[in-house]
């Protein structure tokens, strides 16, 4: 089955610059990569996703690309804010269940 | 996308005993799923909630603990049966799209003491 492997599990920045949370994942029939943002208390909530067919996706402040080659996708927060600071979860899916990866709570500093 | 609603959001229950809670999705679905968030990890799929048939369980997780109803395409209700402490979790419930898009509930934060 897939395993999805997700680094850094805790990351700081200072607001205003920018954050980069690094997957990578097993299987090569993967071809839909979404991502997550949980808010303390809060369910998931998706915020960006890729299919296999493009190598990068963006949105506002938040971007994300994809390897296929390599088997590794990130997501890219710029200009980051206090809201930014979450847990955010990448998974990866053939076309049916997701694998998530293990999570990387994201501290924004004032 | 879909909106997802659980109730109750949260609760503090005694081991032995069990709860049942509800999953509302705004919209007729066709995948609905039934997820367990230990404190501070990630998610794990307990099964998924099949419309007029028997829920599908993942390694791990059987119906006997889990019972699983799914009376409509809109509604679904997980029962976590005889409770004991290591049952705490967020139970989350999801739906997914035809385009693969998969949407979360806002979660049940259960205690059990």
């Known amino acids: 089955g897939e395993n999805v492997e997700q680094h850094p599990s805790t990351l700081s920045v200072q607001e205003g610059d920018s954050a980069v949370i690094k997957c990578t994942y097993s299987?090569?029939?993967?071809?839909?990569f979404p991502w997550y943002k949980q808010e303390l208390g809060k369910g998931p909530q998706l915020i960006i996703d890729?299919?296999?067919?493009?190598g990068e996706k963006k949105d506002q402040r938040i971007a994300v690309t994809l390897n296929k080659t390599a088997k590794h996708f990130s997501l890219h927060i710029t200009e980051t804010q206090p809201e930014d600071s979450a847990v955010y979860f990448c998974?990866?899916?053939?076309?049916?269940?997701?694998?998530f990866g293990t999570g990387t709570r994201l501290t924004i500093i004032p | 996308s879909a909106v997802i609603s659980q109730k109750p959001s949260r609760d503090i229950c005694q081991r032995g005993t069990s709860l049942t809670i509800q999953c509302q999705v705004d919209?007729?679905?066709?995948?609905m799923f039934w997820y367990r968030q230990q404190p501070g990890q990630s998610l794990t799929l307990i099964a998924t909630?099949?419309?007029?048939?028997?829920?599908?369980?993942e390694s791990g997780f059987v119906i006997d603990k889990f019972p699983i109803s799914r009376p409509n395409l809109t509604f679904s209700t997980l029962t976590v049966s005889n409770m004991s402490p290591e049952d705490s979790s967020i139970y989350l419930c999801?739906?997914?799209?035809?385009?693969?898009?998969?949407?979360f509930g806002p979660g049940t934060r259960l205690t059990v003491l």
């Open positions: 998974a990866a899916s053939p076309g049916g269940e997701l694998t």
């Open positions: 299987d090569s029939a993967s071809n839909y």
């Open positions: 890729i299919r296999s067919n493009v």
């Open positions: 919209s007729q679905v066709t995948m």
């Open positions: 909630a099949n419309q007029g048939s028997e829920a599908t369980y």
């Open positions: 999801s739906t997914r799209l035809a385009n693969n898009e998969q949407f």
